[in-house]
């Protein structure tokens, strides 16, 4: 008689909601009593890295003194404004170079050429251009957060099943119908991918783009920290733009959350 | 019976240099069903790829009628929409557009599923939204592309039944593309029989329905599945 036993569970066992939010947040835990640990320790002069605590006050005062939140709120207006402009243009191009050779054929290469161009080195030709204004900020985050965006859109659209396609087709569905009704919809999960990259990156561009000839915005106050050689505050500042990656993440996860509800039974996880 | 709803002539179509088909001729009337038999690689899902338009013929003439549809072998849904949008896909969408597809659903038996995603549905469920899709229309013509070639044997009775109360009333031109000699037998006023890609043969079939294959249609049968090139030795149960 051979010992018989229930068969080893394939799929991953479904998960407490309170568990989910703990896994969550436990590396951030880790990562920030590692912090406390290390700054409270010999081994750092205590000067180059600060306490949580003298963050806190280092936010304060910031907030007090410097304006913080209306230099976070210009600096998120342009990071929004531009990854509109940016990923807008990279959906579009995306759209038209997946679904017709002739525009893979026609601006595919150009694209490719303009991505490999550092954006941070784009920045004073950017400010000779187009003045020292929002204009070239605002245009330098686009130019860094198109190409995530054509990349990802272009190769979720050709990935559609084209048996779908044809199938909708023979229903009569054609043109701007059947690309917004299907094509786009069965695409979305590349695109978000897509759009998750552009939002990092937007506030990367964002650095580079306030760092010269601004007046206001993170990337000024960072500058500002940075040549004074305020290191908590130039510390405060990073933890501030990780803060902002922390959001756009957030913001995806929603979008993915409303968006890719028919995915359930589809993929993997 | 009388008005053509489908004409075929002369029709040639060929893939690297390899004939596919070769001076197809068909014609379909209003409400009449057909089958169309074959072996793998006999040129019938070609013939149904011209008739819906997929691809054009090298050589001949197709003429088919403004409202067709097809039932492909796999229920071919949009995942990213629900049940009911799927069956409307392509319609143009008013305030009764939504009723529509229910009752199209109802009459395929999925009406509780109206808003589930078509992801969550079983191999047969799918193909019954995809037959909803298709009748919602009122097609004049129906193209059947082995839509229950997938499906198990239980369930493929039951969609036989399906089909055949559809068909009957809705009266579509039909053609049904199958490799289930039985099936044609069931369901077709005509079964033809494709072979290297010409119709080769044509068998009448005039018994009354709703019919049974252990009824009166054993001959022919036994004559279709000899016409395919099957010994019926073997089979002869």
Sequence with gaps: ?269 | MSTPMVIVHGVSQSFNDRAILSNVNLTIHQGEFVALVGASGSGKTTLMRLLSGLQAPDAGEIFVPQKSTTVFQEPRLVQSSRVWQNVVIGMQKGSSTKDLALQALEEVGLAEQAHAWPATLSGGEAQRVAIARALVRRPQLLLLDEPLGALDALTRLNMQALLSTLCAKYQPATLLVTHDVDEALLLADRVLVLKNGTIAHEVIVDSPRPRSVSKGLETQRLNVLSLLGVTTAGINE
């Design chain 1, 1 to 269: 008689m051979s010992v018989l036993s229930a068969p080893r569970l394939l799929s991953q066992r479904p998960r407490k909601a309170s568990w989910s939010l703990l896994t969550r947040i436990s590396l951030p835990i880790i990562l920030l009593v590692g912090w406390i640990l290390l700054a409270k320790s010999t081994l750092i002069p205590p000067l180059t890295l600060p306490t949580p605590w003298q963050v806190i006050s280092e936010l304060k005062a910031m907030y007090l003194q410097q304006h913080l939140m209306s230099n976070i709120g210009v600096s998120l207006l342009r990071a929004i404004v531009g990854l509109a402009l940016g990923a807008g243009i990279g959906f579009l191009l995306g759209l038209f170079s997946g679904l017709s050779k002739i525009g893979e054929e026609f601006f595919d290469a150009t694209l490719q050429m303009f991505r490999a161009v550092p954006f941070i080195a784009l920045t004073p030709l950017f400010i000779l251009w187009f003045g020292v204004g929002e204009t070239p900020k605002i245009l330098i985050v686009a130019f860094a957060t198109y190409f995530p965006m054509y990349i990802a859109t272009a190769s979720g659209v050709r990935n559609v099943d084209r048996k779908v396609v044809e199938s909708a087709k023979t229903f009569g569905l054609r043109g701007p119908r059947l690309v917004k009704e299907v094509i786009v919809p069965l695409a979305t999960p590349q695109i978000l991918t897509g759009l998750s990259l552009s939002m990092v990156i937007s506030v990367l561009a964002l650095v580079a783009g306030e760092q010269i000839s601004s007046q206001n915005g993170l990337g000024f106050l960072f500058a500002q920290s940075q040549a004074y050689g305020r290191n908590f505050e130039v510390f405060t500042c990073i933890l501030l733009y990780a803060c902002m990656g922390l959001l756009a993440a957030v913001v995806v996860n929603v979008i993915q959350r409303v968006a890719l509800r028919w995915r359930k039974g589809v993929a993997v996880r």
